[in-house]
């Protein structure tokens, strides 16, 4: 909590030096618009950055509280992993819904996933595998976040959340223009994690495929 008001107070102070300095050069200010604009600007910068500050906290203390996040072991496009990759998520389908057509053929060949420039994304601790999710090529840059599950034995200790933050981080190293997820409206839990890092709805309906 101390960095983000250490945020807030860094930010006032950038601010009102700002506003200072626009004062002591009022003759080069043309228009009060002028002096209205550069504040907000950096209002809106100083907001911005004591909100960074407060989830880089919020991640900290959540990792003091649960040291057991730090063990574990992440893993991009294991093959070693996809077989468990499959019986993870057959695993919570066949808890909710009936196995489809699709499930079948991925568990035939999940490696298709990463021959098409996807990446299946695994969080393993002493040799097992806790969670994992995968990120779908969908060409031009797009990419589908799906597939993601967490072992029985490892839920309740924030590995989703890790998850969506290695997803992003992985996102960002591609320079992916667009990431897109489809859900059902009865993972109400799946549904409020999203929301939770930025994905809005943007449809209601039968599934597209």
């Known amino acids: 909590m101390y960095k983000f008001i250490i945020g807030i107070i860094l930010g006032m102070i950038i601010t009102a030096f700002a506003y200072f300095a626009v004062t002591i050069n009022a003759s080069t200010v043309k228009l009060p618009f002028t002096l209205m604009a550069v504040l907000i600007v950096l209002i809106a910068i100083t907001i911005y950055l004591a909100y960074r500050f407060y989830q880089q906290d919020q991640r900290t203390q959540l990792n003091k509280q649960q040291p057991w996040l730090c063990l574990m072991k992440l893993h991009i496009n294991n093959h070693k992993h996809l077989p468990e990759f499959i019986r993870l998520n057959e695993l919570w389908i066949g808890h909710f819904f ?112």
């Open 98 to 209: 009936e196995l489809e057509q699709s499930d079948k053929a991925l568990a035939k060949h999940p490696e298709q996933i990463i021959n098409d420039g996807g990446y299946v994304i695994t969080l393993s601790e002493t040799g097992r595998v806790a969670a994992v999710c995968a990120l779908f090529n969908k060409g031009e840059q797009t990419y589908e976040l799906a597939r993601m599950t967490v072992h029985p034995d490892f839920r309740g200790r924030g590995l989703a959340h890790q998850l969506m933050d290695v997803c992003f981080n992985q996102l960002k190293k591609v320079d992916a223009r667009k990431v897109y997820l489809i859900s059902n409206t009865k993972l109400n839990a799946a549904i409020q994690l999203y929301k939770q890092h930025g994905f809005i709805t943007t449809r209601h309906g039968s599934h597209p495929d």
